[in-house]
């Protein structure tokens, strides 16, 4: 089959929610950024020792960077986000990749503007039966312009596959009140022994971030001033080289985030490390904190005195209350809890208890949103484990975190990594933006052993979730809004056009097919094997396809029908259309009624709004407010099929220039009905 796919069109769209006669309350939304690789194949070329490579960068393999939900941000260029408004605005980034490759230790970092990375860098050593996970935060000042890019970097030469990988970020002083802080550690080799067995104490080497808001810097803490008591959003992540001659006896390291100077609570990670590996592990929570209250990173190991030098490490976190529309959940898991598993099947993590809602139910071991609040909208998501196979017989083992939403897995949010014993014990991460739109939208945290099932540990976990953009009351809408979907021939083939107006979490597009007096509809391409299937992501832009179907016969009539496909595994069907097959120059009107986005959009002073008719019909074509009123009546008339097109420019019925904003512009023919959304500015 020969496909295509029509590049996007430079102009943009604004995005509004259309809203049927129900209110919502609004909020000024943080921009936000996600990219992410889901179940990677592919191997890189191989990498010169001490040179950074991009991750995806190997153009035309399936395994570059997907766009996710973008709001400030865009993913035109493969492989990296790019900020297109504001200057010089404060983001926490955060990142995760499960990766095999080379034996050899990688730093893997965050790049700005294709430098070499320093804020946020994370490292892990890949044994010859590894995969490993990193995980990291920090926080950037970004402006207009400025993009990002995930990279690695080799000790030896050697390649990089990576399986899973993630790229989030969040805007943080665009929330009136909002206060945040961090410090880091940055290129350490010093060592700093621990002292007894089990006995906490503050991990030292930190330096405040350049830019904290509501924060005081102490020496390895940082102080709450008077006015930023809240609850936070609250992330950690530390690289460093443990104690012991392999993995085998190796010293195991219990590390978490510290209020006040008591011992880590519901932020803690357990990982075994020895002084021939270099570990990673990061945690994440919720914590409500008081003025002049202190936060620090403390550890302890199992053997005395032991010595840990932390390479890199991070604490980031900024307040999310404050404001009566905020939304925020977790749920937590403090103790050893074992889980019996089936190879292959995701199981779900049992007796979970919830920490810090707002909007959100504890409910059946998961987070609920709830019907009639303000859990609807754009999330960002952060989730941990720390886990062991200590009852299970001694051979490296596979396993997976993800996130199911809705009874499904939700594509992105997922990562994996090996223990190489049953003495190992691992810890993972990562982090994803998520859009909620229905109360059956129900958080679960799921683990996955793909080696020979049996009974993992997860020593600790911990999932926690924050509102970065308010959506309408939970109303189930569509993840793809579709204002064109079209079929012609006249070469012998089919050709399959659709537009989309924009796509929220949409993975990509299967297209089925039968003969028109056949009764079953069969798919014959998917996004999964074909790329110009792939869907966008997130995008508030129109995006057209095209698809030629040459596996067709002269003269039979077939019925196509297209799909979609979202995060959590949805298949939303859209209405089919029928076509004959003609040969060269033998060319059929549309299969379907279409309605093409209005060109420009948004406009001023006029837009030509484009339509096309399978059939001779009556034809209405009506502008509306989104309170459904009418407010002109461009075409009421009889009209042949084909292609045809109008002038809106900006008036009423009554010759009256209509108000900036949103209108709607609703086709309807004898049987069909469409509708897209067109901004007016003055």
């Known amino acids: 089959m020969k ?3 029509r590049p996007n069109r430079s102009r943009k769209i604004m995005l509004v929610l259309l809203l049927c006669a129900v209110g919502t309350v609004t909020l000024e939304a943080q921009n936000y950024g996600f990219m992410y690789i889901a179940n990677g194949t592919t ?98 000042t970004l402006s207009s312009g400025d993009y990002l890019e995930l990279k690695a970097k080799p000790t030896a030469t050697g ?6 990988a993630q790229v989030s970020l969040v805007e943080l002083n665009s929330i009136s009140d909002t206060d945040y802080g961090g410090m880091k550690i940055s ?52 690289s460093y080289v443990g104690n012991g001659p392999n993995d085998n006896s190796a010293s195991k390291y219990t590390m978490g985030v510290s209020l006040d100077g008591n011992n880590p609570g519901s932020i803690v990670t357990i990982r075994a490390s020895s002084a021939a590996d270099i570990g990673n ?25 032991a010595p840990i030098t932390v390479n890199y490490a991070n604490l980031s976190f900024y307040k999310i209350s404050g404001t009566t529309t905020s939304s925020y959940g977790g749920m937590t898991r403090a103790t050893d809890q074992s889980v019996t598993l089936t190879q292959n099947t995701w199981t779900e993590v049992p007796n979970l208890s919830s920490k810090t809602l707002n909007n959100w ?25 720390s886990v062991d196979a200590s009852t299970a017989t001694d051979i490296a083992r596979e396993f997976s975190l993800g996130i199911y939403v809705g009874g499904s897995l939700h594509t992105p949010s997922r990562v994996n990594r090996k223990l190489s014993s049953n003495t190992d014990i691992g810890a993972l991460g990562g982090v994803s933006l998520i859009n909620i739109d229905s109360d059956t939208d129900i958080i679960k945290f799921m683990i996955m052993n793909s080696t020979d099932g049996g009974t993992l540990d997860v020593k600790k976990a911990s999932i926690i979730l924050h509102l ?85 016969n002269v003269g039979d009539r077939y019925d196509y029908r297209l799909c979609d496909v979202d995060y959590k595994g949805k298949i939303i069907r859209h209405d089919a259309i029928s ?6 120059d033998d060319i059929q009107h549309p299969g379907s009624m279409s309605l093409l986005n209005a060109y420009p959009n948004p406009f001023n002073p006029a837009t030509t709004i484009e339509y096309a008719i399978s059939q001779a019909s009556q034809v209405n074509l009506t502008i509306y407010d989104l309170g459904g009123n009418r407010i002109a009546q461009l075409v009421q008339r009889p009209q042949e099929a084909g292609w045809h097109s109008v002038v809106w420019n900006g008036l009423n019925h009554e010759g009256q220039s209509m108000p900036t904003g949103v209108y709607l512009a609703n086709l309807q023919d004898q049987s069909h009905s469409r509708v897209i959304k067109i901004t007016y500015l003055k």
């Open 3 to 5: 496909k295509l796919k």
């Open 43 to 140: 191997t890189s070329s191989s990498i010169t020792a001490g040179n950074w490579y991009t991750i995806g960068s190997e153009s035309g393999t399936a395994d570059d960077f997907m766009a996710g939900p973008l709001s400030g941000w865009n993913n035109t260029t493969a492989n990296r986000l790019t900020a297109t408004t504001g200057t010089n605005k404060r983001y926490l980034v955060q990142v995760s990749l499960s990766f095999g490759g080379e034996t050899t230790t990688w730093d893997i970092g965050i790049s700005i503007n294709g430098g070499t990375p320093s804020d946020l860098v994370m490292q892990r050593t890949i044994g010859s039966k590894d995969q490993g996970n990193v995980t990291g935060c920090a926080h950037f």
């Open 159 to 164: 390649s990089i596959k990576p399986y899973h």
């Open 187 to 238: 290129g350490n080799s010093t060592a700093q022994t621990l002292g007894a067995s089990g006995v906490y104490q503050t991990l030292t080497g930190f330096s405040a971030v350049s830019e904290l808001k509501g924060w005081t810097a102490g020496t390895n803490l940082l102080t709450a001033d008077a006015e930023s008591a809240g609850t936070y959003f609250v992330t950690f992540s530390a």
């Open 281 to 305: 592990v990061g945690g994440c929570g919720i914590i409500s904190i008081s003025a002049g209250k202190t936060l620090s990173v403390r550890v302890f190991a199992s053997a005395n005195s």
């Open 361 to 385: 139910t504890f409910e059946s071991n998961g987070l609920h949103a709830t019907t009639g609040t303000l859990s609807a909208g754009m999330y960002f998501l952060k989730y941990s484990a």
């Open 468 to 552: 970065v953009e308010e959506g309408p009351t939970i109303d189930g809408s569509l993840p793809v809004e579709l204002s064109r979907w079209d079929a012609s021939s006249g070469q012998g083939d089919v050709r399959l056009e659709w537009t989309t107006e924009s796509e929220i979490e949409n993975q990509g597009f299967i297209i089925e097919r039968k003969l028109s007096d056949e009764g079953e509809f069969r798919p014959i391409a998917s996004y999964l094997s074909d790329r110009v299937l792939i869907g966008q992501g997130s995008t508030t832009r129109q995006t057209q396809y095209i698809f030629i179907d040459s596996d067709v």
């Open 579 to 584: 076509i004959v097959v003609t040969a060269k």
